[in-house]
């Protein structure tokens, strides 16, 4: 479902529905991951669940009215530092549903379905709905995604940045700053169209690479990325061969098949999370470097190692910034 050209429509129609520099009309009326949202007027407030929701509104310049943030695996981006102190967090993982509601939010801005969904780790949509209080989760999560099979879901389409932009712009629609929403999305698609030009200029042949997340404990199978989701996209659209061939977002894979497949590039995530022993990078490279199956891959030999934000592996703003240094260090690989 939502096929990459409809999002695209779906932005366009948002895009132009108003004259350049009009407000959003209300009663605003938006589906969103299967459910129908009404807007009277935009909302006062927000609680965030979910980093890369969080980031958004700040670069939306929606920061004064975010009352409160949770699930965070990194330090929030450096531009947004001084907005973000102002801003209560409720968890650095998954806030209550009694913390979420003490804030009274106008909207709950969700990151992963999950959290919110049939099953909800935090409450459900209705029992936010119950209380008045509106859910958005971010298209990226459902649109060709499906959350009822896997740990993280499967994806059933390739992701595309396109539903990362269509989130921009329709929670910009919702909080009346539809503008600002169409500026960050001309910025981020220019430094996409600029990041995959670079790469794909270099011409490289064959070249492969595995994203490596993090793994419950130190010397078992690893959570690395599949073949739907953001890393998978970036590696496309660089011209990279992923080595894992499961559609789940993270599944875990044997570091000997790993091995076998012998990954030109080795992408590994750095984060502030402590959830499991391998969430620390340091960890990551000591393992990778004195273990006797991944020490002998070539990648390792040769230091093809390139350390990325955790949360950039997560359809966020940060896929951007991952996929300009992922593409700035290609040209090392011209010699593999």
Wanted: proline content about 5%.
């Amino acid at each position: 479902m939502y096929p990459k050209s409809l999002i695209a429509v779906a932005i366009a129609a948002l895009s132009v529905a108003l004259p350049a520099g009009a407000g959003t009309t209300y009663p605003l009326q938006l589906e969103n991951c299967g459910v129908e949202l009404n807007f009277d007027h935009a909302p006062d407030s927000a609680v965030t669940v979910g980093q890369a929701a969080t980031e958004i509104l700040y670069a939306l310049d929606l920061g004064d009215r975010v009352k409160g943030t949770s699930v965070w695996f990194t330090k929030v981006l450096p531009e947004f530092e001084t907005v973000n102190e102002a801003v209560e967090r409720l968890a650095d993982n998954d806030p209550s549903f009694e913390s979420v509601v003490a804030k009274r939010p106008g909207l709950v801005a969700v990151q992963y379905e999950w959290h919110v969904g049939p099953q909800g780790i935090v409450a459900t949509r209705d029992q936010f709905a119950d209380l008045g209080i509106p859910t958005y989760i971010l298209p990226a999560d459902c649109i060709g995604k499906d959350n009822t099979s896997g740990s993280d879901g499967t994806r059933t389409q390739l992701y595309s940045m396109e539903s990362l932009y269509l989130g921009i712009v329709e929670l910009a629609q919702i909080f009346d700053v539809g503008e600002r929403g169409e500026e960050v999305v001309a910025d981020l698609r220019g430094r996409e169209a600029a990041a995959i030009a670079k790469a794909r200029g270099l011409g490289l042949k064959d070249t492969s690479a595995v994203f490596w997340f993090s793994s419950a404990e130190m010397d078992i199978d690893p959570y690395v990325a599949g073949q739907g989701g953001a890393p998978a996209y970036m590696m496309k659209a660089l011209g990279l061969r992923n080595v894992v061939e499961s559609n789940e977002e993270w599944p875990t894979v044997s570091w000997e098949t790993i091995a076998r497949a012998n990954p030109s590039v080795i992408v590994v995530a750095r984060m502030d999370r402590r959830r499991f022993e391998a969430d620390d990078v340091e960890k990551k490279l000591a393992f990778l470097r004195s273990d006797p199956v991944t020490s002998q891959m070539e990648a390792v030999k040769h230091d093809r190692i390139v350390i990325l934000d955790a949360h950039a592996m997560d359809p966020s703003i940060r896929n951007i910034s991952a996929l300009e240094a992922l593409a700035a260090a290609l040209p090392g690989l011209s010699g593999q």
